[in-house]
């Protein structure tokens, strides 16, 4: 699959409410970056709201549109995880997990009625979380000596580069992701300097 230059998501924790014939959906969103994140969110939701009725939740993590989990909790089948997914994902945002915390209030709203209320808790918590748009970095590594950090720092710093990990000491090695817009030309200054060994590395 090839990888899009930029990608949306949130850095702030965001929340909205909707209220259909009584029931109450709050739903928040977070930024997330694994699945042990989205757990632990999910468990401090359940802390923070003990009395609703319902927790039920979509998340979306990385590039590769194969990581993401949809959860009813308790609603009847595809009236809530799938609706909020289509959110996340009509907005085309990833590293994020939207939670749907339900009071009940008395009355069934029916499988329409649900589906438009998860799918519209959902829609408007990403409309008060701003999205921000990043670069999608290929990770990189790079060996060097010492005597040419100022060097390599000055390439990575110009052409936005994130530094992953590094370890210093005489010999130095560092990670990077690398915006994959400017690959290539951060690839040929890095190649312009003597004797560093730079190589992709590996993602599972």
């Known amino acids: 699959m090839e990888l899009p230059d930029y990608y949306n998501t949130i850095e702030k924790v965001g929340t909205a409410e909707f209220k259909d014939r009584g029931s109450r959906f709050i739903a928040i969103a977070y930024p997330v970056k694994t699945v042990a994140d989205c757990k632990q ?16 939740f979509a998340y979306r993590l990385g590039l590769d549109n194969n990581q993401f989990r949809v959860s009813d909790d308790g609603e009847p089948s595809g009236t809530a995880g ?44 990403l ?30 710093k110009h052409f936005d580069c994130e530094v992953i990990k590094q370890e210093l000491q005489l010999f130095c090695n560092i990670e990077i992701g690398i915006p994959k817009n400017r690959l290539n030309e951060t690839l040929m200054r890095l190649n312009d300097i003597r004797n560093i060994t730079l190589a992709p590395v590996k993602t599972l």
């Open 127 to 156: 409309q008060v979380t701003p999205l921000v748009r990043k670069p999608v970095l290929i990770p990189y590594q790079i060996q060097f000596d010492y005597t040419q950090m100022n060097e390599v720092m000055t390439v990575v």
């Open 41 to 56: 969110r999910i468990a401090d939701i359940k802390k923070e709201y003990p009395k609703a009725r319902h927790y039920c």
């Open 82 to 125: 799938r609706p909020i997914l289509g959110q996340i994902d009509s907005k085309n945002v990833t590293d994020i997990i939207i939670i749907v915390v339900r009071y009940f209030g008395g009355t069934l709203l029916g499988v329409p009625g649900l589906i438009n209320a998860y799918k519209t808790a959902a829609s408007l918590v």
